[in-house]
T-cell receptor, first 114, second 116 residues
């Protein structure tokens, strides 16, 4: 069965420094992977998605993620954090053969210090 | 387009009461789903529908009913609320998946439910 593990429940960075949010997945089939962001008291917004085209995926607001099959990882990065990036981030896997069902990681809360 | 809308935004129920959470989308999406979000657990799928008249269970369906009479609406019913159903509920929708394609799911703003 597919699953997602977000390795850090909280990440704290200073404004202007790089962001790394880690995600490992387990999937029986070729996976589709997503990162969603949730700002406080808001719904979820798609940051980026991997669909077996390019392994380096660029998303909105300067975020990108790299799919590494050998490591079963899909880490999210951003070169320079902004205060507005403070939010909760979810790594999500969807089986290619039944992609209606999304499996969410437990989330990583990103804190950005001034 | 309003996207995915949910009502109410907040609700407090007493144990044993029933209620319906409303979800509507104006994007003509075939697929709709309900998730619940609990602290430290991410979102978990409750029920989903791939089109009008078709529904199926997700990961945590017990205590919830759904129906899909139109493409636009997908209400979630709690027949007898329990404190364990205190959560934030999100509705999502997307286009029907074509072979080889991956469609983004659009989420509503959520309903925060408290059961006393």
């Amino acid at each position: 069965a597919q699953s997602v593990t977000q390795l850090d429940s909280h990440v704290s960075v200073s404004e202007g420094t790089p962001v790394l949010l880690r995600c490992n997945y387990s999937s029986s089939y070729s996976p589709s992977l997503f990162w969603y962001v949730q700002h406080p008291n808001k719904g979820l917004q798609l940051l980026l998605k991997y669909t077996s085209a390019a392994t380096l995926v660029k998303g909105i607001n300067g975020f990108e993620a790299e799919f590494k099959k050998s490591e079963t990882s899909f880490h999210l990065t951003k070169p320079s954090a902004h205060m507005s990036d403070a939010a909760e981030y979810f790594c999500v896997v969807s089986e290619a053969r039944s992609s209606y069902k999304l499996i969410f990681g437990s989330g990583t809360r990103l804190l950005v210090r001034p | 387009n309003a996207g995915v809308t949910q009502t109410p935004k907040f609700q407090v129920l007493k144990t044993g009461q029933s209620m319906t959470l409303q979800c509507a989308q104006d994007m003509n999406h075939e697929y709709m789903s309900w998730y619940r979000q609990d602290p430290g657990m991410g979102l978990r799928l409750i029920h989903y529908s791939v089109g009008a008249g078709i529904t199926d269970q997700g990961e945590v369906p017990n205590g919830y009913n759904v129906s899909r009479s139109t493409t636009e609406d997908f209400p979630l019913r709690l027949l007898s609320a329990a404190p364990s159903q205190t959560s934030v509920y999100f509705c999502a929708s997307s286009y029907r998946r074509l072979a080889g394609a991956v469609n983004e799911q659009f989420f509503g703003p959520g309903t925060r439910l408290t059961v006393l």
